[in-house]
């Protein structure tokens, strides 16, 4: 007997994403005042770029294609296809994408604004510079040094002060951590 025999080819999963053509309904649109109007408010946030970042940019421009395309009643694709597409071409990136596209759209024809983006918001590791008591004596010796403070003088300070105090585990910081204590001190080095 062949090895063809014992092992059966696997069939590709198909992955089920819970999706709903019903995110934006007809009522929802109909109900609202005007959507051509709002879609002109979208098309003057995107002319406004310099007080937006790129990411930002790419929510409203997303949002804003993804309206339209709803507008003109383009029944050949579903919302589902039409999320889909949309996040190919402004973020290629599939359904997870699409699917917050439709919310992102649900939540701008229900209060003319976006959600707000979590992203680059979750601190996961706390610093010592965190630490009120290594922040006083930071700052006690930024005081005394004056215009004469550098990174590389920071960098021994704490380096030599500091550390062998907190932890006895970390006995060196680098100079470029140093230069983002200054930095978090409210110093720009």
Request: hydrophobic share 35%.
């Amino acid at each position: 007997m062949s090895l063809d025999n014992f092992f059966k080819p696997v069939k590709k999963l198909e992955v089920k994403y819970e999706m709903s053509d019903s995110d934006i309904s007809n009522s929802d649109i109909e109900n609202n005042s005007s959507i051509s109007e709002q879609i002109n408010k979208l098309k003057n946030k995107l002319k406004d770029v310099k007080n937006m970042n790129a990411y930002e940019y790419l929510r409203f421009l997303a949002v804003h294609k993804y309206l339209t395309a709803i507008f003109n009643h383009e029944e050949s694709h579903s919302r589902i296809k039409l999320s889909l597409e949309i996040s190919q071409q402004v973020f290629q990136r599939g359904p997870w994408m699409a699917c917050h596209i439709r919310e992102w759209s649900k939540n701008w024809i229900a209060t003319e604004t976006l959600p707000v983006s979590k992203q680059g918001q979750r601190k996961y590791i706390s610093t010592l510079i965190d630490d009120e008591d290594v922040q006083s004596s930071c700052l006690r010796f930024i005081r005394t040094m004056g215009e004469r403070l550098t990174a590389d003088k920071f960098q021994n300070y704490v380096q030599n002060n500091i550390l062998p105090n907190v932890t006895s585990s970390r006995t060196s910081i680098s100079l470029e951590t140093a230069r983002i204590w200054l930095r978090r001190l409210g110093l720009v080095y």
